[in-house]
């Protein structure tokens, strides 16, 4: 630390310490060695599993999922006010021009009624071209089968994310006499929202050379100004966030939560003077004394992350790139909880999406809240518009009709593969139990067949873990949460004859062990972890048959440090 002198260091450090407060995590390990020739092990053979009723028993009362009661919020278009950007926020980018300058594609369809309006938007959303599908939509705001703003919210959910206010301005500004109050609330949120996209996005810029003085003026001047300016816009977006309800306050939410995160990672990318740069020792304490005063912006951006995630998950989504991009974003930050760690559980493959109606096209097609309000809430009863929606999601109206809804057995296992996939993606606890409710309920003279078995194990074996992924990565200790029984995935690994999904039900089981492991588990804990990924390699074949070997050597190194 001889290298610069400790009074630049501690002027650098406060000057950045001076941009976090007038606003108000270790790096990834590296790739393990693998084990030398002769090293690994012969698994012993597994031991057999418990009987089969023994193996299956459900513990403890099934939570069944809170169902929010969506009623169009009253609304008075003369009450409506359209909130300019902060200062700070950046103009819509140029490419938001074509979206907000599109003509609608001629001739208008008919859509008069509901039903028109349907086969009118499965058209639309059947283009592949993304200019003219929004000509298409562009050409839908007239429709009388649509409720008003219903089509503009979709160009905008459908346009880059940055686009979003210049979209929705129009309607904002002076909204439509018969516009409903849950549409102006998506609308103002995705405004909200692309606002939020781009601040933090474009941080002030410092040429070499990196001397001590350069750097200090800069941190003092162009950084500071910015950080303070970005802090304060996206607290202020976020604040107008909270007030919205649903799936509008899921989405701001999330934005806010990446937006909070960037502008820590422009923080921490900021300019070193070079000789603070060559001195490791020196850089490390700075990194490690700012990463401290970071900490707040981080979990702030945290937890508004994880709020967006609450309430995307009650809206059913499945597929959508602001809850990837959330995700990704938390288990880079926080890779000690990492919220993608279910991602890795193996399924059984579903059966191809094949839509042979409008109605099931636009299970697949619409983004999960509009496919909510647009399709009839008794069409996830039926199996193929039922397996559209596992292409996006399944919306919360349709989640309250299942629940009083007779289901073959082939919605019914679609629809406790779609509670699973919730659940793995959200860390829902609620979801593990409401597939074991489905599939412990199965039709009485019908077998249950071999992959509705292996959901039923997999399904127990997440049962009792954290209430959702805020608990998760917040305070809730996976062991001490009961996460982990696996005496149904043994039961599928090793019954005789063989289950058809031995091999997935053996990987899963470890997988689970793996990420329930207590702190300072001990090193039988990862034999037993490293022999239960061998006993899946044996059972599998192709790449994750070389996962599970994988994994097992990992957790053999893991064991080898705690003897």
Request: glycine share 8%; net charge neutral; proline share 10%.
């Amino acid at each position: 630390m001889r290298s610069i002198p400790r009074s630049a260091f501690t002027a650098l450090l406060a000057a950045m310490g001076l941009s976090l407060a007038a606003c108000a995590a270790a790096p990834p390990p590296g790739p393990r060695a693998p084990s030398a020739a002769g090293e690994d092990r012969a698994a012993p053979a597994p031991p057999p599993p418990l009987p089969e009723d023994e193996a299956f028993a459900v513990h403890g009362t099934l939570k069944d999922e809170f169902l929010p009661l969506l009623k169009h919020a009253p609304f008075d278009p003369k009450s409506a006010v359209a909130p300019p950007a902060p200062i700070g926020v950046p103009a819509p980018p140029a490419a938001c021009e074509a979206f907000t300058r599109r003509a609608p594609a001629a001739p208008a369809p008919a859509c008069g009624d509901a039903q028109g309006a349907l086969a009118a938007l499965d058209v639309a959303l059947t283009e592949t071209d993304a200019a003219k599908r929004d000509a298409r939509l562009a050409a839908l705001e007239a429709c009388a089968g649509l409720d008003v703003g219903l089509a503009r919210a979709l160009r905008a959910e459908l346009a880059p994310v940055a686009c979003g206010d210049a979209l929705a301005a129009p309607l904002l500004e002076a909204p439509p006499a018969r516009l409903q109050g849950d549409l102006y609330q998506v609308l103002l949120g995705q405004a909200l929202a692309a606002r939020l996209a781009r601040t933090a996005t474009e941080p002030p810029a410092l040429r070499p050379p990196y001397d001590v003085q350069r750097v200090l003026a800069f941190t003092k001047g162009p950084l500071f100004t910015w950080v303070t300016e970005q802090a304060r816009a996206i607290e202020d977006l976020g604040r107008l966030g909270v007030a919205l309800p649903f799936y509008a306050k899921g989405i701001v939410a999330v934005e806010a939560g990446r937006a909070d995160m960037r502008l820590v990672e422009a923080v921490r990318a900021a300019p070193l003077p070079d000789a603070m740069r060559k001195d490791a020792e020196l850089s490390n304490v700075y990194y490690g004394q700012l990463d401290q005063m970071l900490d707040p912006w981080k979990n702030r951006g945290r937890d508004a992350a994880l709020v967006g995630l609450r309430e995307l998950s009650s809206v059913g989504v499945l597929r959508d790139d602001r809850v990837e991009g959330a995700r990704a974003m938390l288990s880079r930050l926080y890779g000690g909880r990492r919220v993608d760690a279910l991602d890795a559980l193996a399924l059984p493959p579903l059966p191809p999406a094949a839509p042979s109606s409008v109605e099931e096209r636009l299970a697949g097609a619409l983004p999960t809240y509009y496919a909510g309000r647009l399709l009839p809430p008794d069409a996830a009863s039926r199996p193929g518009t039922l397996r559209m929606f596992l292409e996006r999601g399944v919306p919360l109206p349709q989640r309250a009709a299942l629940r009083a809804a007779e289901l073959s057995p082939e919605a019914r296992l679609l629809y406790a593969r779609a509670r699973l996939e919730l659940g793995r993606l959200y860390w829902r606890a609620v979801d593990f139990d409401q597939a074991t409710a489905l599939l412990t309920a199965w039709p009485e003279g019908t077998p249950r067949p071999p992959e509705a078995t292996m959901l039923l194990a997999l399904a127990l074996g997440l049962r009792n873990g954290p209430e959702d992924a805020a608990l998760m990565m917040r305070r809730a200790p996976l062991a001490g949460l009961g996460l982990g029984e696996l005496a149904a995935l043994d039961w599928v690994a090793r019954t005789k004859p063989a289950s058809p999904y031995a091999g997935i039900a053996a990987f899963d089981a470890a997988l689970i062990q793996q990420i329930a492991a207590p702190q300072g588990a001990g090193a039988g804990y990862w034999d037993e972890v490293a022999a239960r990924f061998r006993e899946a390699q044996a059972l599998l074949t192709g790449p994750l048959a070389q996962q599970a070997e994988e994994r097992a050597r990992a957790a053999d190194e893991i064991a080898k440090a705690a003897r």
